[in-house]
Every structure is written in structure tokens, then in C-alpha cells.
């Protein structure tokens, strides 16, 4: 009996060969409105917070209606080539603009696809002369495109400013030598602990150092800022950004992302992102219902504020119970609890199965042995009741947790 099997017997019956990989399998309902976070999984319905819907767009009716009208208009081929070669049109031109008005700079490049993006950025941004000082707890993506870089690279400690001083001391001195340049690479929101990068006080130390700043504000776009234009907003420092990411999708439930930039930076990126050059364009049905849920972002500002309820309401009624949510300042929200792997997978199942509440859950070697966290995901269209419900149920396995129950010589004797 192997580990998935010792745990479905005490908490929810056999688990299928299949469902041990692909822990089974979502249907989304079909609704007129927005999507529901209550899905039905393996046939039953859940409360989930592992979705990529922060301002409820993904089933908004007018999303829907305008992915529908530019699939039928367009189909799903047009257009067909490259941007800079046959797959430009206004409505791609005209969405950049509007995006990098959005974010307070000068020009956008749509991209394909984020994660891909992010990577293509860095590698077309610096050569082998250049130098690379970027936190260390940044995304895949970013990390993927430090080890594309010919050249030096220096890490600096989890928003820890004496330690990025050090590294850009280090940077600084092999520039004098190589006539390269500095990119500084940090994030507006980390998706993992909530926390928000230090970009002002990065912003700030410009006056010291010479370096350009790039910032993968994935999870900031679009639910940070006074109008949701990003974690620089937020924290007024706009004008020190030298490069901007964002993605499509998160808060904009969609798919590709943009960078955005001055003029000159962006016309280097178009022709030189390999990623780009080389693949077909954003299809139009994405690129016209881009455009509905950019206009509801912007003229819709309730729903960011029903994001932020729910946020808000959800960590404080966490912290009130005694839960550990770590230093988040945004509106992800990672629980940090102590256990095993075992302990860790027989809880999440029991909170699936027969709590009917689905959430992510990281642990080593993302994480220190001995660790657990259970990262819940605020959107628009949670409500109060799912807080509470959630809020119960935590509560409970927590106490499971404490007394031993999810320990595995306890459930094979269950």
C-alpha cells in the first residue's frame, strides 16, 4: 500500500492510478455570469482558491461575449504569421497602447505567453558583458532567464536591501571592468508568501548605483495600486521602473502577457525577443476579449475592492484564530503549519474530501522539510460565507494537525 492509498483509505475512499498524477480532474459549470469558486471535482462540488481569477473576469458575461463574437468574426487562426511579419493588427497595436498608459510608460509589446515572455526578456536584454542581480526568491520564469545569461549573475537575499547593496557592489566593480551594464530583476507581488518586493527602496538606491530595474508584476497588475495599475503604483514609484511585466493571466483571467517600457526598449524587444519573432501572434479572439477585460479593469474598480474584502476579511479572521500567514501585504495568502509530507498530503485530502475546500499546498523541496504551507488564492467572487466556511474548516484540520491525526502510524490504524 503506497502512500496516496494509506491516505484515501482513512479519508475518502480508493484513489484511482490515474488521479495519483493528475489529482483529479475539474468541470466548470456553465453559467451566465462569472464563474463560481465552487467546482465540481471527481464529482463532487468544492470551494476552490487555487484559481487565476482575482477580479471574477474569467465567466463575465460581457468577457464571454466578446471572446465569442471575435472567435466567430476571425475564427481562431487569424492572424497568421509573426507579428513583424503578417500577424500585426490595429487591435494588437492598439491594446499595447493602452496597456503601457495603464502602467505609466511609454510603449507594450503583447507577448504569447508570460512565462515564456519573462524568459525572452531577460536573454534579449543582456549580453555576456552585462551583469544580473536578482532576488532570490524569484519566479520560475525569472529564474529560467538568469540561466540563459552568458554573463555574471549575483542573487541577493529575499528582500534584504544590505544584501542587495553587496551584490550591486560586486556588480559594480566587474561593469567598470567589462563596460557592461546592470539589470536589477525583482517582483512587484511574490505569489508564494504575499510579501511585496522592495522596488521603492530599490528605486531609491538609483542615486547610488547604475542599473536598469525590470519587475515581473504578474500578481500586481491589475489588483495593486489606486487604480490597479501595479505594485509600483502602490508604492508611487512608477517613474524608477525601467521595464514592466505583467501577465495576462491572473487578474485579467486570460492568456499572454505584456512588457512595457520606454519607446526605444520596446522597438529593441520586438525585433530581438526570439520568442516572439519566431512565433504566431496573439490569436484575435484572445486579443478582442483582451481588450473587454482591460475596459472592465479599469471602469470596474468594485471588483478590485471585492477582492480586497475578501482578502482581508479572510487573513484577519486567520490571524485572529492563531494561524501563521507569514509577512503577506497583498491579497495572496499562504497558511504556514508544521508537518510531515505524509501529514501534509492526508490534510489536504481531508479538507478535499470531506471538507469540500480545495486549495494548494507546497512543501519540501519548494519549502524546508517540516514545513507546510496551504496557499489560498482571494477572488471577486468568493463570498463572506465561503470565508467562514474556510475559516471553520482550517481551524479544524489545524487541530487534527496538532493532535497527531494525520500522521501516517496513526492512519493505518485508523
Not at 525601467?242 to 512595457?260: L, P, W
Not at 501563521?324 to 479538507?351: H, Q, Y
Request: glycine share 10%.
Amino acid at each position: 500500500m503506497d502512500l496516496f492509498d494509506k491516505i484515501s483509505k482513512n479519508l475518502g475512499g480508493p484513489i484511482g492510478q490515474h488521479q495519483k498524477w493528475s489529482h483529479g480532474y475539474f468541470s466548470f459549470p456553465k453559467l451566465e455570469g462569472e464563474i463560481a469558486p465552487h467546482m465540481m471535482f471527481n464529482g463532487k462540488e468544492h470551494l476552490v482558491w487555487s484559481l487565476n481569477n482575482y477580479l471574477g473576469l474569467a465567466n463575465h458575461p460581457e468577457v464571454r461575449q466578446a471572446d465569442a463574437q471575435a472567435a466567430a468574426d476571425y475564427g481562431m487562426a487569424y492572424p497568421m504569421g509573426a507579428r513583424m511579419m503578417s500577424g500585426n493588427t490595429k487591435y494588437h497595436e492598439s491594446l499595447e497602447q493602452g496597456l503601457a498608459e495603464f502602467v505609466g510608460m511609454e510603449d507594450a509589446f503583447l507577448l504569447n505567453y508570460g512565462y515564456q515572455g519573462m524568459v525572452s526578456i531577460i536573454d534579449t536584454l543582456v549580453d555576456r558583458n552585462d551583469v544580473i542581480v536578482y532576488d532570490a526568491e524569484s519566479h520560475a520564469c525569472i529564474i529560467d532567464g538568469v540561466r540563459l545569461h552568458m554573463g555574471k549573475r549575483f542573487v541577493y537575499q529575499h528582500n534584504d536591501i544590505a544584501s542587495f547593496e553587496k551584490q550591486m557592489e560586486r556588480a559594480t566593480k566587474l561593469t567598470e571592468q567589462s563596460g557592461g551594464g546592470i539589470l536589477v530583476i525583482t517582483e512587484g507581488v511574490f505569489g508564494m508568501s504575499g510579501a511585496q518586493g522592495k522596488i521603492k527602496e530599490i528605486v531609491d538606491l538609483k542615486s547610488k548605483y547604475n542599473f536598469r530595474l525590470l519587475i515581473d508584476d504578474a500578481h500586481g497588475f491589475g489588483t495593486m495600486g489606486k487604480t490597479g495599475a501595479g505594485t509600483h503604483e502602490a508604492q508611487d514609484c512608477i517613474e524608477g521602473v525601467d521595464v514592466f511585466f505583467g501577465t495576462f493571466a491572473k487578474s485579467m483571467a486570460g492568456i499572454g502577457a505584456f512588457v512595457a517600457a520606454k519607446k526605444d526598449i520596446i522597438a529593441y524587444l520586438r525585433y530581438n525577443m526570439r520568442s516572439q519573432t519566431f512565433a504566431k501572434a496573439l490569436p484575435m479572439p484572445m486579443v478582442m476579449g483582451l481588450h473587454k477585460r482591460f475596459e472592465l479593469l479599469k471602469s470596474q474598480p468594485e471588483l478590485r475592492e471585492k477582492l480586497w474584502l475578501i482578502a482581508t476579511t479572510l487573513q484577519n479572521g486567520l490571524k485572529e484564530r492563531g494561524f501563521d500567514i507569514g509577512n503577506t501585504n497583498t491579497m495572496v495568502t499562504p497558511v504556514f503549519l508544521k508537518g510531515d509530507l505524509f501529514e501534509a498530503t492526508s490534510l489536504t485530502r481531508d479538507l478535499r474530501e470531506n471538507y469540500g475546500i480545495f486549495c494548494s499546498i507546497v512543501v519540501y523541496p519548494v519549502i524546508p522539510k517540516g514545513l507546510i504551507v496551504l496557499r489560498l488564492i482571494p477572488t471577486a467572487t468568493h463570498s463572506l460565507e465561503d470565508v467562514q466556511r474556510t475559516l471553520d474548516a482550517y481551524s479544524e484540520v489545524a487541530q487534527k494537525l496538532k493532535d497527531g491525526f494525520y500522521k501516517e502510524k496513526n492512519l493505518e490504524l485508523a
